[in-house]
């Protein structure tokens, strides 16, 4: 089979030397993203998407995605959880139904991309029916009336349908909104009442609460630390001060490896100025990315330095591990034992 990326002496010095004795032999990645691209049309144009995450790659079908776990962790056992990606009401079924396929084929846990609207009976029965394990909701699928800056959880993750995720014991994979992230006091006070409402949702906050800074915290951790159910995955996330935080907060039991492949293929570093994330890429390798905020170019030799973005995430990680003094069985809980608890209380598939 074709690989889907290149893989560079840099990239195999890196597992070697940082990562592979560091991770688990058995992993689950709780944040994945498939789909085919004749399935998308427009679903990704919207001005509360960030642009660079469709640089890295116009599909992701299943067998490059299972193929990408070969290359960037040989000789582990990598199961992914998958969902698609932006759905639309219009394109939502066939989306949702490649996930359920895919998943199908390959003994794969899946989550079921879900829009507001969509009544409880009918998310129900598809939930049901395509075997998912619950739901994965995004903050662009907002009603368009609603300032970025306004958007509420509850906007795109409607109380009806938490209400049948209690019902069922389902996962929420919540994405959070607000461009305050993390630290914003609404942000944080509704996390907080989803957990207290709707206590048997297993509940996971994507990314860190999106903290990627580390002024996107605030006081979000001291606030948090009080919580006792929900759950955090640090997919596409680098910053090794907010994990080491995170850590300290709630402890190793209630956090997830996820990654967001596949743009965790992105070849970058991560760095933060004034406040902001900006993905550093090799010149060229991305195309124009000039207009994109969140991104600078590099020329060799600095360029010839960078790997992917899956190992420095997993390099910030190990850092804050350390630094929190967890130990081999942490890790093991955090990289598998963990999701594979929440999956498996839902429907024993991971052995």
């Known amino acids: 089979m074709k690989h889907p990326f290149e893989y560079k002496k840099i990239d195999s010095d890196v597992y070697d030397t940082e990562l592979k004795d560091f991770l688990p032999s058995k992993i689950i990645d709780i944040h994945t993203h498939i789909w085919l691209s004749r399935h998308r049309e427009d679903s990704q144009h919207s001005d509360r998407l960030v642009t660079w995450p469709s640089l890295v790659a116009p599909e992701n079908p299943v067998e490059d995605h299972l193929e990408c776990y070969k290359q960037l962790f040989p000789e582990k056992d990598v199961t992914p959880m998958v969902f698609t990606t932006i ?3 219009d394109n939502c079924t066939i989306n949702n139904n490649y996930i359920s396929e895919s998943a199908g084929k390959y003994n794969l846990p899946a989550l079921y991309f879900a829009y507001p609207e969509m ?3 009918v998310l129900e029965q598809n939930i049901l029916k395509g075997d998912f394990l619950g739901i994965k ?6 009603p368009g009336y609603i300032p970025d800056d306004e958007i509420r959880i509850y906007d795109f993750l409607p109380p009806h349908q938490l209400e049948l995720m209690n019902k069922h014991g389902w996962i929420v994979m919540l ?7 993390l630290k914003d006091p609404v942000n944080l006070a509704q996390m907080i009442e989803i957990e207290e409402r709707y206590p048997n949702v297993k509940l996971i906050i994507a990314h860190v609460g999106r903290a990627y800074c580390p002024e996107d915290i605030g006081d979000a951790f001291k606030v948090l630390s009080g919580t006792k159910r929900m759950n955090f995955d640090f997919s596409a996330n680098t910053n090794a001060f907010v994990f080491e935080k995170l850590i300290n907060a709630v402890g190793p039991g209630r956090i ?9 293929r992105m070849r970058m570093k991560r760095i933060c100025i004034e406040g902001k994330y900006i993905n550093v890429v090799p010149k060229g390798m991305y195309g124009d990315v000039s207009y994109d905020p ?7 030799p600095e360029a010839d330095e960078l790997t992917f973005f899956m190992y420095e995430e997993l390099r910030a990680f190990k850092k804050a ?4 003094g967890l130990g ?5 809980d955090i990289f598998y034992n963990n999701s594979k608890k929440i999956i498996n209380s839902i429907r024993s598939i991971i052995k």
């Open 87 to 89: 759905v639309t009401a």
């Open 119 to 121: 009544p409880a009976e």
């Open 137 to 142: 909701v995004y903050l662009s699928l907002s």
């Open 175 to 181: 994405h959070i909104p607000r461009s305050t992230r």
């Open 256 to 264: 997830l490896f996820g990654s967001d492949l596949p743009i965790l």
């Open 294 to 300: 969140n991104m600078k170019e590099v020329l060799p």
């Open 321 to 324: 591990a350390a630094k929190c």
């Open 328 to 332: 081999k069985s942490d890790i093991e």
